[in-house]
């Protein structure tokens, strides 16, 4: 096989983006730039994946990460990105980072009954689905003229360093690959892509590269808003409920709840400043194990409504507050129960006090299951 170096300058070559295309969607193995290193792109079929490992020298279980050419591709294979995942691809895509999803049981099902058992068996396998969507046009544009799904692993065989330029592929593989892209901007980074992983466990940077573990957090990390009147009663409640949820959910301590990429705090639309849970409030959060010792009031600001993803308000005066306030908010503003107001239990006993935590509690659940 004689291996082709093919320059293509922009996305307007489109007689070259369309030939090569087509060679991916016939299983061609063509190794092409992105703004970290080279990739083997090759169609996630079996025979053609087949030949990529024997072509890098790497055991046939390892996973490869899908490539995609827009963001509206991912669609086809992952219909319903969760909030977090939406935030990581709002941030970091197009770009250097590999995101890790966890599509929910029935958009497997539906993924399943798309895709050729062979490609779904091997993207998927277990569950989960690595894709990349690369910031560099012309590359871009070959992984959506091919019409078909594209892996493409590192341009390089195992243990050997990744090729960062024509040159370097066309020694690796030289006579091995169909064709060799050369493009303007490639390779900008010289490093890996950071993989992130998100899912049941919360945001995971399961490798750092281009971007730092910091900058994953900053770009992934879903902030939730509680609201009520005087912030010492149910929205520090809820704030710790949902916290106490959390943890749970990633199986870790309330503490690291921050980590796996959850910001929650709570405000009141009427509150004094720097005032304790009220003493019923302090007794159940005892009891249910989500402490509020160190809990003070803070007034609600036009700042915290604007860096909230999600805002939850005890009832439809607290929301309409919220979205008087910052109208453009509106989207993003739900009644923690949306069939009725959970009632303030201020100055009554701790029976009316443990009923509402209740009530919270249960709302929470099904909000968060619905949401997140």
């Known amino acids: 096989m004689k291996t082709e170096v093919l320059t293509i300058q922009s996305t307007a070559d489109r007689e070259a983006i369309r030939r090569i295309g087509r060679l991916l969607r016939d299983g061609a193995i063509v190794a092409v730039p992105t703004e970290t290193v080279y990739g083997l792109a090759a169609k996630a079929e079996k025979e053609v994946v087949a030949r990529l490992d024997r072509l890098k020298g790497r055991p046939a279980d390892k996973r490869y990460t899908l490539h995609i050419g827009s963001a509206e591709a991912l669609n086809r294979y992952v219909p319903r990105p969760s909030l977090q995942a939406r935030k990581l691809m709002r941030h970091l895509w197009p770009g250097p980072a590999t995101l890790v999803f966890e599509p929910d049981k029935s958009s497997l099902e539906e993924i399943q009954n798309m895709l050729p058992t062979q ?151 009427a509150a004094f400043e720097a005032m304790p849970a009220s003493r019923h409030a302090l007794e159940i959060s005892r009891e249910k194990k989500t402490p509020l010792e160190s809990h003070r009031s803070r007034g609600l600001t036009d700042e915290m409504i604007v860096r909230a993803d999600l805002i939850f308000a005890m009832t439809p005066s607290h929301l309409q507050t919220v979205i008087a306030a910052v109208p453009e908010a509106k989207d993003k503003c739900f009644l923690l129960d949306p069939s009725s107001a959970i009632p303030d239990p201020v100055g009554q006993d701790i029976e009316i006090y443990r009923a509402c935590a209740e009530h919270i509690e249960r709302c929470l659940s099904e909000r968060m299951n619905e949401l997140l």
């Open 119 to 269: 490609t779904y068996e091997m993207l998927y396998r277990d569950g989960t689905l690595g894709v990349r969507y690369p910031d560099h046009p012309v590359t871009c544009a070959l992984l959506t003229e091919a019409l078909a799904p594209i892996v493409a692993p590192s341009a390089n065989p195992s243990r050997q360093r990744p090729a960062v330029s024509a040159a370097e592929v066309a020694r690796y593989f030289d006579g091995q690959v169909v064709a060799v892209i050369d493009s303007p901007g490639s390779c900008r980074y010289q490093e890996a892509s950071t993989v992130v992983r998100t899912g049941c466990r919360g945001l995971e940077a399961l490798r750092e590269g281009v971007f730092s573990r910091e900058d994953i957090l900053k770009a992934g990390t879903v902030h939730i808003l509680f609201i009520c009147t005087g912030n010492t009663c149910r929205s520090p409640m809820a704030e710790a409920l949902c916290r106490k949820y959390l943890a749970d959910k990633f199986n870790c301590g309330l503490d690291a709840v921050r980590e796996r990429g959850y910001s929650i705090e709570s405000a009141g639309i």
